[in-house]
């Protein structure tokens, strides 16, 4: 199941998310998103088998029909949690004050690692590092103080194009949640149009929105694509990301010119080898 992130370093209320029935097979689950419409149709024919034809194809259609505008994509609540259970922990911070009102406590937890370290915190070079620090972080993490609803802004148009659209080398700059530190690089997002358009801004704001959290490369770009899914369902989306990590340069194997890259194909984008390999052209070539 994929994630949407919300406030808080939450993820999304269980919002279940409509989904056009030609266009269900978008996002990918190991369990069927409904059976609905398949019960409709074999409890048709089996009630028309015993009752006549004409009541199981009435029954069978009727029940098949009613599913289809049932279908649904629950989305997971946050990172903590892997099914649709609610998250204990994220609800037990729901009345936490905002973000800002924490800068005390960090500037305190900050300037405790300085001392940890063995530096003196009211040295002149020193003294104001600790507030700096809790505002840069809160900076870096801004994402959690947003929604995708909020930054669409109601940016989303009518419009008959069913061509590709791709907007590439989006800069990206996250924080990896492994070891805290940063890893950056480009975003090229793709989407084929069903009947509606994003503004080309709100693309990138998609990036800044889920890039601004503690982050791992995989699931940002998971969570983009599905943004993008969201907000005017397509016929498919596909989005690539080209990372440099300094957990990987500054520490450990310190490989400086190593390159990760993940990608995310939904709809049309995985089931069409030559939409892909268009996008692809598109998206690498420099």
Same mark, same amino acid.
């Given at each position: 199941?994929?994630?949407? /992130? ?32 398949s ?13 006549g ?16 505008g049932? *279908? ?5 609540? !946050? ?6 259970e609610? !998250? ?13 009102? &924490?800068?005390?406590?960090m ?18 070079? &020193?003294?104001?590092?600790? *507030?700096?620090?809790? +505002? ?6 801004? /994402? ?20 590709? $659209?791709?907007? +590439?080398?989006?800069?990206m ?7 805290? $530190? ?15 358009? &994003? ?39 596909? $989005? ?20 990760t ?26």
């Amino acid at each position: 199941m994929v994630e949407i /992130g919300d406030h808080n370093g939450q993820e999304s209320e269980l919002e279940p998310v409509p989904v056009n029935p030609r266009k269900a097979s978008l996002i990918q689950q190991s369990e069927p998103i409904t059976n609905g419409h398949s019960n409709g149709l074999t409890n048709g024919t089996a009630n028309g088998t015993a009752n006549g034809t004409s009541n199981g194809t009435s029954n069978g259609t009727s029940n098949g029909n009613e599913a289809k505008g049932k *279908e649904l994509v629950a989305l997971p609540k !946050c990172h903590c949690v892997k099914g649709t259970e609610k !998250c204990s922990y994220h609800e037990s911070k729901r009345q936490l004050p905002t973000r800002e009102a &924490l800068i005390p406590e960090m500037t305190s937890a900050y300037r405790s690692l300085l001392s940890s370290l063995g530096e003196n915190p009211d040295r002149e070079g &020193l003294l104001k590092t600790p *507030e700096r620090a809790a +505002k840069a972080m809160l900076y870096f993490t801004k /994402g959690y103080d947003q929604s995708l609803e909020e930054i669409l802004n109601d940016a989303i148009f009518d419009e008959n194009h069913d061509e590709m $659209v791709v907007v +590439k080398d989006i800069e990206m700059f996250s924080m990896c949640e492994h070891h805290l $530190v940063p890893f950056y690089g480009k975003v090229s997002i793709g989407y084929l149009p069903s009947g509606k358009v &994003l503004g080309l801004s709100k693309l990138a704001r998609i990036v800044e929105v889920y890039s601004r959290r503690l982050q791992v490369q995989e699931r940002l770009t998971k969570q983009i694509a599905v943004a993008v899914l969201k907000a005017v369902q397509p016929t498919g989306v596909a $989005v690539v990301v080209e990372g440099s990590h300094m957990c990987m340069v500054m520490r450990g194997v310190q490989k400086i010119n190593s390159k990760t890259v993940t990608s995310t194909m939904l709809g049309e984008f995985r089931d069409n080898q030559k939409t892909r390999e268009e996008f692809l052209k598109l998206a690498l070539h420099h």
